[in-house]
């Protein structure tokens, strides 16, 4: 059985930055799959904040979390990250990881397809971030 188990979040000052992680346990492989990391703000649906692939060469960020956002994976601890920097209240939301069994490498990057919640098959039980003054 495939585990996420995440930690990291967290109430924060606007501004401010935070570190999510997400430890992989239960399977094979982690670096055969595609990790993400989704978000839920209250009363809204689950939305794609950034993915990368197997080998962590490959990244692709939601438009509105570019240049704010850094995600990252260690294939020997089996664990996956997001920077968040420069928060601000409208980042207040549930953080979803996610792992897909299939790569969506294309060109230099990643598919749209990463960003697609339904692509995922493994999901992480969320961590609360709160940003407010």
């Known amino acids: 059985q495939v585990q996420l188990t995440q930690s990291g979040g967290g109430m924060v000052h606007p501004g401010e930055s935070l570190t999510l992680s997400c430890e992989a346990s239960g399977w094979g492989s982690f670096s055969t799959y595609t990790m993400a990391w989704f978000r839920q703000a209250p009363g809204k649906g689950r939305k794609f904040v950034a993915a990368?692939?197997?080998?962590?060469?490959?990244?692709y960020y939601a438009d509105s979390m570019k240049g704010r956002v850094i995600i990252s994976r260690d294939n020997v601890k089996n664990e996956l990250t997001l920077q968040m920097n420069s928060l601000t209240p409208e980042d207040t939301a549930v953080y979803f990881c996610a792992a897909a069994r299939r790569e969506f490498n294309s060109g230099n990057g990643l598919s749209p397809l990463a960003g697609v919640r339904s692509e995922y098959d493994f999901w992480g039980q969320g961590t609360q971030v709160t940003v407010s003054s």
């Open positions: 990368v692939n197997w080998e962590g060469d490959r990244t």
